[in-house]
Structure formats: C-alpha cells, structure tokens
C-alpha cells in the first residue's frame, strides 16, 4: 500500500535552534516528493520538490535530502525562527504514465512548535 | 499578484443547503483542484481538472459538484447529499505538462455546518 510517514508528529524547539523532521516512504514508482509548510488556517506552500536523483535541496534555511534507495526523506530547518511554527507535511508523487493521473500522496504532517 | 484567490474564507450553511466555494487563478495553470482537509488526516482530492470542460472525480467525490467552463475558474459545490461536510476546504493549480506538477495553494475556505 502506497503510504507516507512523518515523524515525529509533532516538536517543540526554542528559537534558534535547529532541527530535523522525517519522511519515510513506501510509494512505488515513484516520480517526486514535496514539502510543504502549512501554516494555521491557509494553505499550504511549497518548500521543496526532490526527483529521484537529486540528494539534497535547499530553500534558505530549509534543506531537504532524499535517499531513494532506503525511501527516506528529512527536512532540516537551520536556526529556526518563530515564523516557521508550522505543519510541514511531506508527500510523494506518483508518475504520469503509472495510471493515475500524477497521484499524490500525502501525509499527516509534522506540527512544529518555535518558542522564544 | 499572480496566485489562486479562494471565497468565502468562512462560511456557515444549515444543513440540507448546498453551498459554493469559489476559486479563481491567474498563474495560467492548466489543472485545477479540490482537496478537503480533517483534523488528523492528509489532504484528500475532491476532483480535479486537467483542462476547460472536463473534470475527474478524486478519491472522495461523492456529495460534491464541481464545473470547469473557464480556464481560470474552478467552483466547488457542497450539496446536501455530502454526510460531513465541516472541514476546510483548499483549492490548488499545476501545470500539467512537462515539469513536476508543482501545486500551489489558495488560503482556504472553512465550512461549518450547522
């Protein structure tokens, strides 16, 4: 079954400091995989998007990094700031020619919390 | 500004009463969408659009109505027959072709049922 697992579900982290969420995958085939933050009440926006071959992207203090082998993803959020309390939910696009007309997948999202 | 512009941001209907959600975008994107948003739950696809005059239901269309007569313009129509309908609802547009499919999001619109 195509699914997408974030964790954890939720983090709380005083400003300035760093910090790493995760995506693991089991969608085949596979053809990209997002990020996105949402903020309370509006909707999402795009971070990052990752094909199969890339490893790492970054957006500012946003870095993503993809390994496909082991379907695993992470967003890395470098000295964070109140602004990015957030969801951030990760997801994965399934292939145009795969039937399904580009599904996604998402998932539940990974509520973060920046304290002063 | 170019972006999807959604309305109203909240709204309250009584049950038995269909209701309209607008969407509006001026990125020229080809495909528009529907998704519903629950508490502790993934976006889902209502329906989606790929081009003017056509629509394909998603994985939660029943008791939802939808139009694509512009190219710009994507309507959603709440009717009675949807069991549960409070939830927020988000509209989105991609380009179909040639790249990722990149969405992008208006800001939402809330519906309470009361």
């Known amino acids: 079954k195509n699914q997408v697992e974030q964790s954890p579900q939720s983090l709380i982290i005083l400003e300035g400091k760093n910090c790493t969420l995760q995506?693991?995958?089991?969608?085949?085939?596979?053809?990209?995989l997002r990020w996105y933050k949402q903020d309370t009440g509006r909707g999402p926006v795009s971070l990052t998007i990752m094909t199969f071959s890339e490893n790492t992207k970054s957006n500012g203090r946003y870095t993503a990094t993809l390994d496909a082998d082991t379907k695993q993803s992470s967003l890395h959020i470098t000295a964070s700031q109140l602004s990015d309390s957030a969801s951030y939910i990760c997801?994965?696009?399934?292939?145009?020619?795969?039937?399904?007309?580009?599904?996604?997948?998402w998932g539940l999202g990974t509520s973060l919390a920046v304290n002063p | 500004d170019g972006g999807i512009t959604q309305s109203p941001k909240y709204l309250f209907r009584k049950e038995g009463q269909n209701v309209t959600l607008s969407c509006e975008q001026n990125?020229?994107?080809?495909?528009m969408y529907w998704y519903r948003q629950d508490p502790g739950q993934g976006l889902r696809l209502i329906y989606y659009s790929q081009i003017v005059n056509d629509f394909q239901k998603g994985d939660i269309a029943e008791g939802y109505s939808v139009s694509r007569e512009k190219k710009e313009s994507f309507p959603l129509t709440v009717t009675s027959a949807q069991k549960n309908p409070t939830a927020f609802y988000l509209c989105?547009?991609?380009?179909?072709?040639?790249?990722?499919?990149?969405?992008?999001f208006g800001e939402g619109s809330r519906l309470t049922v009361l």
């Open positions: 997801v994965v696009s399934l292939p145009p020619w795969a039937g399904n007309n580009r599904k996604l997948i």
């Open positions: 989105a547009s991609s380009m179909w072709r040639g790249n990722t499919g990149e969405l992008f």
């Open positions: 990125l020229n994107h080809d495909a």
């Open positions: 995506c693991n995958y089991t969608v085949s085939p596979f053809s990209n």
